[in-house]
């Protein structure tokens, strides 16, 4: 392999790696919620098109970028509570089917309202000039600055999220309300409010992910629907309600569907031919991922990690 | 619903749509023949989802995979039809023939995989299954590529064209009337029984030596063919196909119908899928900003109305 | 007949630390009825369990009619003559008494693979289901859905819907679980009539039904059986007076 493709290679990595942690940060709400509220959040990918939104909205309104990531955040967080409080919570005794009509509705009620406060064609991020520029990682790799600072800053949240869950008392009721409800109860804690908790805390994140994606991928209508779809992958492969399963699960999937992406069309060019590749290859490198699924289930039907609680 | 009042419905369905086109040339409203049609068809793909939501239990969120893999199949063997000159590919009887192959196999893969899983599992498996026939249909760029394509050459049945507005209606109420009939047959034969009551106490079921899971395969592949069927007509009364037709959200659309019209009534679907059309054409009439209003009726059904209209009617409690 | 219907040797099962069946072997001979008593905790319904293959024992032997089912599925089970009633009544509620049974019925005349004729329309299952239902005396209420029986009611079906396996062994789990004192006496007269068709082995908390009903008794506690014998033997056994009974006489001395 010439060093030139090896570079290239690298750098599809760490864009693997760039997707999984975005992954992880919408999952890793998204596990909880559903592991401990057994509640299936379609509207999860909503949250995640808010947080673009606002803060593209935000960050061409007042050129600060940093604050309109803080205030998508804030913003998210707020909603997701709102939604919880008001809505969502009536469902946690209810059937899936009843939770999966609710949270479609909110999608529909979303995307919409989306629409209707800043149109169909979406917003782009102008990155401030000092993240917008490539640094050299190693002798002849260059790589985006601000796609760097996204990775470390996703590995320090969810280093802050394992920190939350495994060593602080709100982390434990988290863990405990996971496996014993009423035990929770028992210690006297509100319920309802640790629920709504871990809702906002999932839309919080969800909103860090939009935020930090839209200088990348650029906020759209609907972005948060096949990125919802790709982290139920994630929650299937490490287990619902296991922080530590979404971790890996979504460096897995990250991975896989970058460079699934990237060289699935060469792939196929190589055993298939260039014709085959051409008509092929674009819509197979974006199944890769469901396909994987489809395989790694077929072999093992209780996923790739236990399911625990953490 | 005793057998009298069984029959009774059937005559009253049968009755009622055929009057329907009577009552739309009476009236010189054509476009209500249209959509009625329309409604027909999806009604009927909104029938073979019952068959495994409302009485099976399950929850699918793939089923547009099969509606759709059966309109592409149309659309495809149109497109080599018209523009290749191989006639064979837009015969009616070939494309139905596929149509069950393919979405047997698909629905057989599907669900070997899926079912072995559970609750939440199921749903979030079909979901992500969904979007494998989806991008295959996006990616597709000779057949119209996310935009879709117009399919110049219907289905022919020994050179009768599926087409014009009295027929595909004919064949859309003939179609979802066998439908119902069938589905009715199944749920109450043999295999309808232990599918039922997995859904109601899968620990009694196992405890009486079935194995559940082979029941509902054998009820999602039979929902499958089904909904492909479905697709076929839908192709060929909109001379159009696009990845549309694959997307997740026609699958919960599908969801939406039979919920509201009542899980596991027999003609349910029917008043679901009327429902939720009608909902939609009338507020896209009212706004430009209709899904809004839509996501509002969806939120406050799965608020207040979970067993949909026959749920208004009857307070008989399911015990699922 | 020599060979018992059903052979458990050395059965073990642990849960963790926890030892919920520990070295259990009983025997229940043809056309029998086997009781199992002991405190609650006593592993009873574990064992009941792993007898019926809904939990695999990490050691010992079931053999069963001369087949050893240690580790076979429950349907494998079923098929050769076991079925079960549960503690806590599992029936499907929204179909009828008829239905239910017929559930039962059908696995060995026809099973699940019709797909076009009614179930009700099968005439050997529904008759079949007819019979059982007479049996216990719930033919009346045969086209009632379940929901509206009383419990009573539903414990008789429960037991009903495992007859219509045509077992050999019927295993109860505490088929007088919450039943009034009428209730309870129509119960016990029902599986008294039952004992020269199917052999049983049932689970109980009330005694005096246990007494009046079993060949033979086996006590267990901790997961341990600590007396085995014949009904009359079992009264009188000091270890079991003292480990299960014998709380009761202080309070009533």
């Not at chain 2, 793909?45 to 969120?61: C, R």
């Not at chain 2, 935009?147 to 004919?170: D, K, N, W």
């Not at chain 2, 207040?304 to 015990?319: D, I, Q, T, Y």
Request: proline share 3%.
């Amino acid at each position: 392999m010439s060093q030139a493709t090896f570079l290239l290679f690298l750098e599809q990595c760490l864009n693997g790696l760039q997707f999984g942690i975005m992954l992880f940060l919408i999952t890793a709400g998204l596990t909880l919620v559903v592991g401990i509220m057994n509640f299936v959040n379609l509207a999860q990918g909503s949250l995640f098109m808010l947080g673009a939104f606002v803060a593209a909205w935000f960050a061409s309104a007042t050129g600060n970028y940093y604050l309109a990531v803080a205030v998508a955040v804030a913003a998210t967080a707020i909603i997701g509570a709102l939604v919880e409080v008001l809505a969502l919570s009536r469902f946690y005794r209810r059937p899936h089917l009843d939770q999966v009509l609710a949270t479609f509705g909110f999608i529909l009620i979303f995307n919409e309202v989306v629409r209707v406060l800043w149109g169909s064609q979406g917003l782009t991020v102008v990155l401030p000039p000092e993240l917008n520029l490539s640094i050299e990682l190693l002798p002849g790799l260059t790589y985006p600055l601000f796609r760097f600072v996204f990775i470390v800053f996703g590995l320090a949240v969810a280093a802050f999220l394992y920190v939350l869950i495994a060593r602080t008392r709100v982390g434990m009721l988290i863990r405990a309300g996971a496996s014993d409800r009423e035990m929770v109860r028992g210690l006297g804690v509100n319920i309802g409010l640790l629920f709504t908790f871990v809702f906002g805390l999932g839309a919080a994140l969800a909103g860090l992910a939009g935020s930090l994606s839209a200088p990348i991928m650029s906020a759209s209508v609907g972005m948060g629907e096949p990125v919802l779809i790709l982290g139920f992958v994630v929650i299937v492969i490490g287990g619902i309600g296991s922080i530590r399963g979404a971790f890996w699960a979504a460096l897995l999937v990250g991975f896989i569907d970058t460079l699934g992406r990237s060289y699935a069309t060469s792939l196929i060019s190589l055993i298939f031919g260039s014709t085959a590749a051409s008509s092929v290859g674009p819509s197979l490198s974006g199944m890769m991922i469901y396909i994987l699924m489809a395989t790694v289930l077929a072999v093992c039907p209780e996923g790739l990690f236990r399911a625990r609680a953490s | 619903m005793n057998r009298v009042e069984n029959r009774l419905a059937g005559i009253v369905l049968v009755l009622t749509l055929a009057v329907i086109p009577a009552i739309a040339f009476a009236f010189d409203a054509i476009f209500a023949l249209t959509f009625a049609t329309r409604i027909l068809i999806l009604a009927a793909a909104a029938v073979s989802l019952n068959l495994i939501l409302g009485y099976g239990g399950l929850l699918s969120l793939c089923h547009s995979t099969f509606l759709g893999l059966g309109a592409y199949v149309v659309g495809i063997g149109g497109y080599h039809a018209y523009n290749d000159e191989i006639a064979w590919m837009a015969d009616g009887f070939v494309q139905l023939c596929a149509i069950l192959v393919l979405s047997a196999g698909a629905a057989a893969i599907i669900g070997v995989i899926s079912l072995r899983t559970r609750g939440m599992y199921f749903l979030m498996i079909t979901l992500a299954f969904g979007q494998i026939l989806y991008l295959a249909a996006i990616g597709a760029y000779q057949y119209g590529g996310d935009e879709g394509m117009t399919i110049f050459q219907p289905s022919t049945f020994a050179g009768f064209a599926l087409q014009g507005r009295f027929v595909m209606y004919a064949a859309a109420a003939i179609f979802f009337c066998v439908s119902v009939l069938v589905v009715e047959r199944l749920t109450r034969s043999r295999f309808g029984l232990v599918l039922q009551a997995s859904r109601m106490n899968e620990a009694r079921v196992c405890a009486l030596g079935y194995d559940p899971m082979r029941v509902r395969l054998v009820a999602f592949i039979i929902s499958g063919v089904m909904a492909g069927m479905a697709g076929f007509l839908l192709a060929n009364n909109a001379e159009f196909v696009s990845p549309i037709d694959l997307h997740w959200t026609r699958s919960a659309d599908l969801v939406i119908m039979v919920v509201l019209g009542g899980l596991g009534i027999g003609l349910g679907p029917l008043f679901g899928t009327a429902l939720l059309l009608i909902v939609e054409e009338l507020a896209s009439g009212m706004s430009p900003h209709w899904p809004i209003i839509v996501g509002v009726m969806v939120l406050l059904v799965a608020l207040f109305m979970p067993r949909g209209l026959a749920g208004l009617v009857s307070s008989e409690k399911r015990h699922d | 007949m020599t060979e018992p219907l059903l052979f458990v040797e050395c059965l073990q099962k642990s849960f963790g630390g926890l030892s919920a069946t520990d070295g259990v072997s009983l025997q229940v001979s043809h056309d029998s009825i086997h009781a199992i008593i002991g405190p609650n905790g006593a592993g009873k319904t574990t064992l009941l369990s792993q007898l019926f293959g809904q939990l695999r024992p990490d050691a010992g032997r079931i053999v069963f009619n001369g087949t050893d089912v240690t580790h076979a599925s429950t349907s494998a089970r079923v098929r050769l003559g076991m079925a079960r009633s549960f503690q806590i009544t599992s029936l499907c509620l929204n179909l009828s008494v008829l239905e239910n049974v017929l559930l039962a019925s059908q696995l060995r005349r026809g099973g699940w693979t019709g797909f076009w004729r009614r179930a009700t329309a099968s005439r050997d299952a529904v008759e079949h289901s007819e019979t059982v239902l007479a049996q216990i005396g719930l033919l009346e209420r045969r086209r009632d859905v379940v929901e509206q029986l009383s419990h009573g009611e539903q414990r008789q079906l429960e037991v009903a819907v495992a007859l219509a396996l045509d077992p050999l062994l019927l295993l109860l789990d505490e088929p007088l679980a919450g039943l009034g004192p009428d209730e309870a006496t129509k119960m016990i007269a029902l599986l008294k009539n039952l004992k020269g068709s199917v052999s049983m082995l049932l689970i109980e908390h009330d005694i005096e039904a246990v007494f009046s009903l079993a060949d033979r008794i086996t006590v267990l506690d901790f997961g341990r059986v600590i007396a085995s014998g014949p009904a009359d033997e079992i009264r009188g056994h000091p270890d079991v007076r003292k480990a299960y009974l014998g709380h009761e006489e202080e309070e009533h001395a």
